[in-house]
């Protein structure tokens, strides 16, 4: 199971940081993501991390601005974060967390339909 929290109201140019914890299994052979779905919109990748920690990618226009990240010491840790600065009130949405399992310790996924787990969305609302 997957729990997102963290998200809010903030002002333009604000900073938040998601969290998404992990229970029931061992983290450590989990790549993770995030999604975001704004209103009237599909869900879009945000940002993934592969298992190890040390491989990321980003959706072009967060790149620079929100960095996901796992426990480097340890990837086993069950937890996934994102850090989000310089928010944009485009950035409005619902952010769902993801994991699935990779046999490969540096691939991330960027497609919504390499996951199989999902958490329940956290709001985040910016206003301008």
């Known amino acids: 199971q997957l729990q997102a929290s963290g998200g809010g109201l903030v002002q333009a140019g604000g900073s938040l940081r998601l969290a998404c914890a992990a229970s029931?299994?061992?983290?450590?052979?989990?790549?993770a993501g995030w999604f975001r779905q704004a209103p009237g919109k599909e869900r879009e990748f945000v940002a993934a991390?592969?298992?190890?920690?040390?491989?990321?990618?980003?959706?072009d226009s967060v790149e620079g601005r929100f960095t996901i990240s796992r426990d480097a010491r340890d990837a086993s840790k069950n937890m996934v974060y994102l850090h989000m600065s310089s928010l944009k009130p485009e950035d409005t949405a619902v952010y769902y967390c993801a994991a699935r399992t990779s046999v490969r310790t540096n691939t991330f996924y960027s497609s919504s339909g390499a996951y199989n787990f999902w958490g329940q969305g956290t709001q985040v609302t910016v206003s301008s």
């Open positions: 029931g299994g061992y983290f450590g052979y989990y790549a």
């Open positions: 991390i592969s298992r190890s920690g040390e491989v990321t990618d980003y959706r």
